[in-house]
Structure formats: C-alpha cells, structure tokens
C-alpha cells in the first residue's frame, strides 16, 4: 500500500460508518520534547538514543521513518521503532503502531493487534487511542461489533475536547446507536447533513 493510499484510508469520508481512526504523527512536537535538544538533533544523535532506549526517541525515529521527514519513508522500519517505544508503553506510539496494523502498512494486516494497541494507549488518556478504539468497536474489526463500547470511547475523548469524537457522538445519538436515540444530543454535536453517516477523519495525534 502506498503513502497515499494510507493517507486515503485515515482521511475519507466513510460512508455508511463512522470514522475509522486518527492516525498522523505531529513531527515538529516530537523533536521539540525534553528528551530532544532541538529540531536540529541530527538523525544519527535520534537514533544513538533510540538505540539506547529512550522510548520518546523511537517513538519520533518511527514517525520520522513513516512519513519521510528528513529521511526515505520506510513502513517497515518505522513499525520496528514504534514497536520497542510502544513495549516500553508510549502511548503515541502503540497508537501509531495500531494505525500500521489496522491498514496492514508496514506490517501484516491484523484488527486483532490493532485492537490490543488502541485499547493500550486509550487506557493510557491517549485520544486517538480512545476515538480509533471507539471505531473498531463500531465497525467489528478486531473485537465484536459493540455500539455501547464504541459510545463509551468516544464519549471519553469528546470529553476531552476531540470534535471528531463529537461528532460521532451526534451520529450515534441520531441513529440510536448505542444509545437511546436523541435528535437534540445529536444536534448539538454539530453533525453537517452531508456527513450524518459517516464522519472524516481528522490528524491528531502528537508525541
């Protein structure tokens, strides 16, 4: 699968379905973290403190490798680093890992482990953890369709602000999915008539 074709499949409006996941890397606060002197840090010294095991670095190192900042895209190795950040629990990157795994970029195709990453980072207050946990609920990929448990993410996340998970949240109450259906709940999630069944994705996610 292409760069374009992973940046398709996080971006367009699905529908008949809501959202499918949050999915892009914020470089810039990636290098700009603590563990990072400056956006001048050179790939060598990133990679040094990868290898020594700062889990912040390869975190930055997989995103750097995933959408070619500075550096040739490479899927597979960007899977590889945001695996060992994501064993060490980082958040970001068990997301980031759970976007490669639900498209099969990088790594084979499983729900299942896509699941299990969100889930992760979701538990850890991680947003796009919570909204991309709260869609394969939604849609059956990976774990057993659960409206209520998809209701439950994104209810989370909306309630630390994600409007894409808003949004979702005044689909479900206008269809009754998962919840008791409410037209005024789902007014005030400010769904456009255009988008009532299915709402775009939008890039959130940050290190």
């Not at 999915?23 to 956006?39: C, H, R, V």
């Not at 900042?69 to 695996?83: H, K, L, T």
């Not at 538990?123 to 796009?128: D, E, K, P």
Request: proline share 1%; hydrophobic share 45%.
């Amino acid at each position: 699968m292409t760069f374009n074709n992973l940046k398709t499949l996080f971006i367009i409006l699905l529908v008949g379905g809501i959202n499918c996941s949050l999915a892009f890397a914020n470089i810039k606060d990636a290098i700009q973290n603590p563990g990072l002197s400056s956006q001048s840090e050179s790939l060598f010294e990133l990679t040094e403190m990868a290898v020594q095991g700062s889990a912040q670095a390869q975190a930055a190192l997989g995103a750097m490798y995933q959408f070619g900042n500075g550096i040739s895209v490479d899927y597979v190795e960007a899977a590889a680093w945001y695996r060992k950040a994501a064993e060490q629990g980082h958040a970001l990157a068990q997301a980031s890992l759970g976007t490669m795994y639900e498209a099969g970029v990088g790594v084979v195709q499983d729900y299942t482990k896509a699941v299990g990453l969100y889930r992760k980072a979701a538990r850890q207050n991680h947003l796009a953890g919570q909204v991309n946990l709260g869609a394969m609920y939604f849609h059956g990929r990976g774990v057993q369709k659960d409206y209520r448990s998809a209701f439950e993410w994104y209810e989370k996340a909306a309630g630390q602000g994600v409007v894409l998970a808003l949004s979702n949240l005044g689909v479900m109450y206008e269809y009754g999915l998962g919840v008791k259906r409410d037209t005024q709940e789902a007014s005030a999630g400010n769904v456009p008539r255009d988008v009532e069944k299915g709402v775009a994705a939008l890039p959130a996610l940050s290190l």
